[in-house]
């Protein structure tokens, strides 16, 4: 199998699968011609990420990616939530095969736009810059993806 | 339960075949090209292997080439036709948007060299229309070639009524027939076949041989030179193993091949029935001229990779054309072309069944892919946004 037998844990039993009703917020990346959609609910409580829970159409290490993901920052701090990298999110999956790598960033990604929808709905200010949009990962070039 | 429904990449070998096969692994081990008894003896086993080709498809002996299997039997086939074409200054090369990737990146190959390539339109049911031919031979078109049937969709391509138009505008033409030999009768005289590709281990023989027949007439360009096998045509010693193997595949499929037609198609029937009653699901293909094993759909809202790991996991192997199988972002240009948008292309499902499968097989993948395409649409939020949509 070219998956770890991290990645096909989470793939079989992913964590945190669903949606929060009242979010704090919620962020989407990804699009279903490239083949991977996730959405990242978040509930947020004193700075801390009290809840998450995920929706993912995509491949086994996109599904992998978002379980793990959910994993990492729940019950942290929003700080550590915005620090999380892709990296750290594939090898928390003991690695993903190169062409797989953009299931990790959609991940970091989808974290991300759920917490930016948070400071926006609260109208927390931040750096713009911390937030990377789809197009600075720069996988969908080597992928050729459409 | 362990069911094997991916038989359009590759089948078991049959026990005719591995029968056959032992003595030449062992005690029949001569070269075919030497003089002495230790040849002779391999060499009348590639003589009577040629003949059983030949007569299933209705060809000559001597029109029939060995190669390493069907991706060598297509370039081979392209490369000869387009080298005569070049010759007379006919560059132009018609196929379809569907060709297995041995002919698609066999005519890329070819389009640098300065040939024109065209690809006809398949439509919404994958089937090329013959009036779309006729429109596209031009007075310099080198070769046509058209598979027989498609490998992911099954579609049976009219081939005997594309020959026809060939041989009438003098134009040759070249079939694909991987996936249709020793599963659909062939008979490359009525249908006015000039190549045809074949490759054994499609049809329950071994890997890595397979055969191009090419009428008597046209001369074929060498891929590999060397000695003065395969009529000169093809260097190398034999794969006598490989070939007699796959002799008695072929025999072995086409003696039985309505039978196995019929009891095929019928389990193709019931899974087409029972899993297009998932909602949401849409069948890839024509519904009549189909391969008797092929099963291929689209199931909205889900990706098709996940799809075949769950399947997995419960012990069934099928196949998909989503992008993340193919080891790109985009999903199969088959299934682009028939125009499904990408984000149902990433949702297919294609389960290729043979005789060795059998009903009880398919009562298990009935239950199976249900369960697996509503737990995937369970987690996915394209499929929420469909349903929030009606
Ligand atoms: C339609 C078609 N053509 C060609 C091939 C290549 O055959 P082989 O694997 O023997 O090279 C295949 C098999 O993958 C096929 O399905």
């Keep these: 199998m070219m998956y770890s037998e991290k990645v096909m844990d989470h793939f079989m039993n992913p964590r945190n699968v669903g949606e929060i009703e009242d979010a704090d917020g919620i962020g989407e990346v990804g699009n279903a011609r490239c083949g991977d959609i996730m959405r990242i609910y978040i509930k947020v409580d004193n700075g801390i990420i009290t809840d998450v829970k995920f929706k993912t159409f995509g491949c086994g290490s996109a599904i992998a990616s978002s379980s793990m993901a959910t994993e990492m920052i729940k019950g942290k701090p929003i700080e550590e939530a915005l620090a999380l990298t892709n990296k750290a999110v594939a090898e928390a999956l003991d690695g993903l095969p190169p062409v797989k790598m953009h299931c990790s960033v959609l991940a970091e990604e989808a974290v991300k736009a759920a917490v930016k929808d948070y400071f926006d709905k609260k109208g927390i200010a931040y750096d713009p810059k911390e937030f990377p949009d789809c197009e600075s990962c720069g996988y969908c070039e080597i992928d050729k993806c459409g | 339960m362990k069911v094997y429904a991916d038989n359009a990449a590759t089948t078991a070998l049959s026990s005719a075949a591995k029968t056959a096969m032992l003595p030449y692994f062992d005690s029949i081990y001569g070269n075919p090209s030497s003089l002495h008894s230790f040849g002779q003896e391999a060499a009348r086993a590639l003589s009577s292997a040629r003949d059983t080709i030949a007569k299933h498809l209705n060809a000559d002996a001597r029109e029939i080439i060995f190669t390493s299997g069907g991706s060598e039997a297509d370039n081979q086939a392209i490369i000869s036709a387009a080298m005569l074409g070049a010759k007379k200054g006919k560059k132009h090369i018609i196929s379809t948007k569907i060709e297995h990737h041995a002919v698609l990146h066999t005519l890329d190959r070819l389009k640098k060299q300065g040939f024109e390539i065209e690809l006809l339109e398949v439509y919404s049911d994958g089937i090329v229309h013959p009036k779309d031919l006729e429109k596209a031979i031009r007075s310099d078109t080198a070769l046509v070639t058209v598979m027989y049937a498609n490998n992911e969709i099954g579609t049976i391509q009219p081939i005997a009524e594309l020959g026809g138009i060939c041989r009438e505008r003098n134009v040759i033409f070249h079939t694909d027939a991987v996936q249709a030999a020793g599963h659909i009768p062939i008979d490359v005289k009525a249908e006015n076949i000039?190549?045809?590709?074949?490759?054994?281990?499609?049809?329950?023989?071994?890997?890595?041989?397979?055969?191009?027949?090419?009428?008597?007439?046209?001369?074929?360009?060498?891929?590999?030179d060397?000695?003065?096998?395969?009529?000169?045509?093809?260097?190398?010693?034999?794969?006598?193993?490989?070939?007699?193997?796959?002799?008695?595949?072929?025999?072995?499929?086409?003696?039985?091949?309505?039978?196995n037609a019929a009891r095929v198609s019928a389990m193709r029937d019931r899974l087409i029935e029972g899993l297009l009653e998932i909602p949401e699901s849409i069948l890839n293909g024509h519904r009549e001229k189909r391969l008797p094993g092929n099963v291929n759909l689209c199931f909205k809202g889900i990706e098709g990779e996940s799809m075949l790991l769950l399947l997995d996991s419960m012990g069934i192997a099928a196949s998909s054309g989503s992008a993340c199988t193919s080891g790109s972002l985009d999903p199969s240009h088959v299934l682009l072309a028939?125009?499904?948008?990408?984000?149902?292309?990433?949702?297919?499902?294609?389960?290729?069944?043979?005789?060795?499968?059998?009903?009880?097989?398919?009562?298990?993948?009935?239950?199976?892919?249900?369960?697996?395409?509503?737990?995937?649409?369970?987690?996915?939020?394209?499929?929420k946004k469909m349903q929030e949509a009606k």
């Design chain 2, 194 to 224: 000039d190549l045809l590709t074949i490759s054994a281990h499609k049809f329950h023989g071994p890997k890595g041989v397979g055969a191009l027949f090419c009428r008597r007439g046209i001369t074929l360009t060498n891929l590999i």
């Design chain 2, 226 to 259: 060397g000695g003065a096998q395969e009529r000169g045509k093809r260097a190398g010693t034999e794969n006598v193993p490989g070939i007699v193997g796959m002799a008695a595949a072929f025999e072995e499929a086409c003696t039985n091949i309505e039978a």
């Design chain 2, 338 to 383: 028939i125009g499904l948008p990408h984000e149902i292309a990433h949702g297919s499902l294609r389960l290729s069944l043979s005789e060795y499968n059998t009903e009880e097989e398919m009562d298990y993948i009935l239950t199976a892919v249900p369960q697996v395409v509503a737990r995937l649409r369970e987690m996915s939020p394209v499929w």
